[in-house]
């Protein structure tokens, strides 16, 4: 494949604009100065290097973001910032997007990736994966409270119930709880149908895919092909 072509692959701007990086001197292929255009490469395992910026070459991307407060999941973010702003411009030339969203205020684990169809496949409403949080309520949590979350809520104008599993009371006001749908503040409005109030809200779990504890927030990681598996597994009946 052209180096060119490789580097418009991996969201370093159009074709011209690569030639441009590459004729000025600015890429290294596998540690070594690249600046002739026509020379072809097998992308698999390359590392490039534009500029500052390394990466390895990636078909597609599949990230672990553990996102801070703060942070909105859309491209335009109008009153606070965009977990997007958190990569590279290379990265975000790919287009990657976020698998779901998390309200501005939830911290912990988003994936994002710049394959379509991984990401269709995982947001189709039919699709049910295991979604853990662990949060924090305004109110004591009361035995009453845990079992209707386990019975099964209804949300307005959501159709069907909403129920949580392996719920576990951490102390008095904290508890993680287990969901497999995903409407909008659903943790939030499942805590408020029963007389509570989420304060501080945390994704912990994806599939079976943890955060990995020594992600900070704003840190993330390329996801191995086994962690993407993982984060996938689907919800047992
Ligand atoms: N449920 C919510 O209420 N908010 C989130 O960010 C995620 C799940």
Not at 39 to 65: M, S, T, W
Not at 135 to 144: G, Q
Not at 185 to 202: D, P, S, T, W, Y
Request: aromatic share 8%.
């Amino acid at each position: 494949m052209l180096l060119e072509k490789i580097l418009q692959s991996q969201g370093f701007g159009s074709r011209k604009k690569c030639q441009n990086l590459i004729q000025r001197g600015l890429v290294k292929v596998n540690g070594e100065l690249c600046d002739q255009l026509k020379i072809q490469f097998d992308p698999q395992n390359l590392e490039l290097q534009v500029g500052e910026q390394v990466c390895r070459y990636r078909e597609q991307v599949y990230i672990a973001l553990n996102k801070p407060q703060g942070y909105e999941c859309s491209h335009q973010a109008q009153y606070h910032f965009s977990v997007f702003e958190l990569f590279p411009e290379y990265l975000r030339e790919r287009g990657i997007q976020t698998v779901g969203r998390l309200d501005q205020d939830t911290t912990g684990l988003i994936l994002l990736t710049d394959d379509g169809k991984f990401l269709q496949a995982l947001t189709h409403p039919k699709r049910h994966v295991d979604k853990e949080y662990w949060l924090a309520t305004a109110d004591p949590i009361t035995p009453e409270q845990i079992q209707a979350l386990e019975q099964g809520v209804e949300l307005r104008n959501e159709k069907g119930i909403f129920q949580a599993t392996q719920l576990q009371q951490t102390s008095e006001y904290e508890l993680r709880m287990t969901i497999h749908q995903g409407v909008y503040h659903q943790v939030k409005r499942m805590l408020a149908a029963v007389g509570n109030k989420v304060i501080e809200l945390h994704r912990h779990r994806v599939g079976q895919f943890a955060l990995p504890e020594e992600l900070k927030h704003g840190e993330w990681i390329y996801l191995t092909p086994e962690q993407v598996e993982l984060a996938t597994v689907r919800t047992k009946d």
